[in-house]
């Protein structure tokens, strides 16, 4: 079974490298100082929580014609990186190779063997131009919900911070072969890869989180402990997760926790900068489409007014055009 992951950055590279130990057929699409360091003296893996710290060898390229045609390719690239490279990522594509999105936010392919009146729906905001629907076909999708916490401490070195689970799941929710396949192998890596079959569950309970806090950490400064406690900020985001939640649930829905377990559990992670404040100190573009518009574009879909999203929305693409990233 060959395996491409395309923007082996965090998450890609960590998920690369425990393929790569494991022996499995695994590839790597990055660029830049952080593949020539993989190119030149492999990929080094430094796991927090069990005091490990393994080089592997591995192939690496930024050209997918270098690495052919694959049985499956998991994206890993910031969402908002995926539209411009959907014609790059062709000579990685055969008549069975199936695409795994492992991106955070809504999904492109959200409405793909949903069923019911919005069947087929497109998402400007997280697929403008129809460019991956058109691009890769949304039948050849298998969704992820990745859940580890990873970073690129230096070219060629991917520290992981905590958690090995990447739920995987079909559009319509089937338990097929391709997604028991990569279940397996991803497990025979170490780790963990349950078929779920209701995956949009699970995206809406991880999107709370990240339609809230990372908008509101980037423009607060705060850790996830501090704007999660604080009665004026937990309460901006419980508002937006509100919104959310009657937005999903129009969408049949079900969650399993309420907002303000979702929030504590957030506290719970301690002063962790989240990824879109990361982002915006380090200067890099920030997934506020996936994150944040997708879900105002999910309310216009279903008629559910978002006005705590709104106005977050509007301060935090503010923020990010001042900041010259977005
Ligand atoms: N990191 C984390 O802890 C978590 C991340 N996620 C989600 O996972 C996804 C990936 O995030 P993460 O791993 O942090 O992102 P990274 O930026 O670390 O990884 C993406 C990698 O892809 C590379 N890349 C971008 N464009 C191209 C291109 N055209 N060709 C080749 N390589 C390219 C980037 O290079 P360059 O740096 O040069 O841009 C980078 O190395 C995101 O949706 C994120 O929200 C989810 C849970 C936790
Ligand atoms: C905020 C957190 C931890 C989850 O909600 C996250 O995923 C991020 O930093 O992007």
């Known amino acids: 079974m060959k395996i491409c992951v395309f923007g082996a950055g965090a998450i890609g590279g960590y998920m690369g490298a425990k393929l790569a130990q494991a022996g499995a057929k695994v590839s790597l699409v990055a660029r830049g100082p952080h593949l020539a360091a993989m190119q030149e003296k492999g990929l080094r893996l430094i796991e927090e929580e069990s005091g490990t710290d393994v080089t592997v060898p591995v192939t690496?390229?930024?050209?997918?014609?270098?690495?052919?045609?694959?049985?499956?390719?998991?994206?890993?690239?910031?969402?908002?990186?995926?539209?411009?490279?959907?014609?790059?990522?062709?000579?990685?594509?055969?008549?069975?190779?199936?695409?795994?999105?492992?991106?955070?936010?809504?999904?492109?392919?959200?409405?793909?063997?949903?069923?019911?009146?919005?069947?087929?729906?497109?998402?400007a905001s997280v697929d403008p131009g129809d460019a991956q629907w058109n691009g890769f076909g949304p039948d050849r999708v298998l969704g992820c919900v990745v859940y580890p916490a990873a970073e690129v401490i230096e070219p060629g070195v991917v520290k992981h911070i905590e958690g090995n689970r990447f739920s995987l799941g079909e559009p319509d929710g089937s338990k097929s072969e391709r997604a028991v396949r990569l279940s397996e192998a991803l497990a025979a890596a170490g780790l963990k890869a349950p078929v779920r079959p209701k995956l949009r569950d699970e995206i809406w309970v991880k999107l709370w989180g990240n339609l809230s806090f990372n908008p509101?950490?980037?423009?607060?400064?705060?850790?996830?402990?501090?704007?999660?406690?604080?009665?004026?900020?937990?309460?901006?985001?419980?508002?937006?997760?509100?919104?959310?939640?009657?937005?999903?649930?129009?969408?049949?829905?079900?969650?399993?926790?309420?907002?303000?377990?979702?929030?504590?559990?957030?506290?719970?992670?301690?002063?962790?900068?989240?990824?879109?404040?990361?982002?915006l100190d380090m200067g890099r573009p920030m997934e506020i489409d996936a994150l944040v518009r997708s879900v105002q574009e999910l309310g216009r879909v279903t008629g559910t007014p978002t006005p705590t999203i709104d106005t977050v929305l509007a301060l935090v693409t503010l923020r990010a055009r001042v900041a010259g990233l977005y």
């Open 60 to 123: 690496a390229s930024d050209n997918a014609a270098d690495l052919g045609p694959q049985d499956y390719v998991i994206v890993t690239l910031k969402a908002h990186s995926v539209p411009p490279v959907v014609d790059k990522m062709k000579p990685l594509i055969g008549e069975g190779t199936t695409i795994v999105s492992g991106v955070n936010g809504v999904p492109w392919w959200y409405f793909h063997k949903i069923g019911g009146p919005l069947e087929g729906t497109r998402l």
């Open 216 to 279: 509101i950490s980037a423009l607060t400064h705060a850790t996830l402990d501090v704007l999660c406690t604080d009665p004026g900020t937990r309460g901006v985001a419980r508002a937006m997760m509100l919104e959310a939640q009657q937005i999903a649930e129009a969408l049949g829905v079900k969650f399993p926790i309420d907002v303000d377990r979702r929030i504590d559990g957030g506290a719970a992670v301690g002063a962790h900068r989240t990824s879109m404040l990361q982002d």
